[in-house]
């Protein structure tokens, strides 16, 4: 069964006076244990299809199911709580808190889950020496390269142990022994701890870890 389901989603957005469809009846789902690169062109909808399951934007029409849960558009407020409880997102511009440290912007995500004090921060270590970068944990982020800010906020995602991680992009920032490195934690988490993982990428490399691969174009998807 599905722990993460997009059923016939659609997404448009108005552009002056035209409304430009960005999603045209998208519908996936991803098990726990899984692995699933969803790949397609440069203004395909990949990323927009990941923000809506990510509970970080609403469908036009269709609906997310999370863990058997419905999320319903005319609540809003429920969005957080899906966010926290359920999902982890590794974003392709980092959204790192440039005033924290590389451990602190992921305490910082674990307090917002109820992990504090010792426990977050012993918990964040774990995941920041996961991703190879333990030694960098009190770095700014303007003192860390573009490969190091992923893998900051990879850890970020992970943290928590969220049953969904959903990452746009995750590698594109590292380099090719790192990203073997990370896509080898992901296949680990999938399969150890039945996480579901849905990977938007242009990278080929995250085919040799993704259990399937599907297709995604103008809006539709091809499976």
């Known amino acids: 069964m599905a722990v993460l389901e997009a059923r016939a989603i659609s997404k448009s957005f108005r552009e002056g ?5 960005v999603l ?5 789902g991803v098990e726990r244990g899984e692995i699933v690169a969803l790949e397609g062109p440069s203004g395909s ?5 990941l923000t809506i399951l990510g509970c970080l934007l609403t469908p036009s029409s269709g609906s997310v199911v999370i863990d058997g849960r419905e999320v319903d558009p005319a609540r809003p407020e429920q969005l957080p709580e899906f966010r926290r409880g359920s999902i982890g997102f590794v974003f392709q511009q980092f959204n790192l808190f ?41 770095s700014l982020p303007r003192d860390l390269s573009g490969g190091q800010k992923q893998r900051v906020a990879i850890a ?3 943290a928590g142990s969220p049953p ?38 242009h990278d080929p490399k995250v085919r040799q870890v993704a259990d399937r691969t599907v297709r995604i174009q103008e809006g539709v998807i091809h499976n």
């Open 17 to 21: 006076t035209e409304v430009v469809a």
């Open 24 to 28: 045209r009846g998208a519908s996936l």
């Open 45 to 49: 909808g990949k990323t927009t299809l």
């Open 98 to 138: 440039p005033a924290l440290t590389a451990v602190e912007n992921v305490t910082y995500a674990l307090g917002l889950k109820g992990i504090k004090g010792r426990a977050a921060r012993a918990e964040a270590n774990r995941w920041l020496d996961a991703v190879a970068l333990g030694d960098r944990a009190d």
């Open 156 to 158: 970020r995602a992970l």
């Open 164 to 201: 969904i991680i959903l990452a746009d992009e995750p590698t594109a920032n590292l380099d090719a022994q790192v990203a073997l490195q990370v896509l080898g934690r992901f296949r680990e988490l999938a399969k150890q701890e039945r996480r579901a993982l849905l990977i938007v990428t």
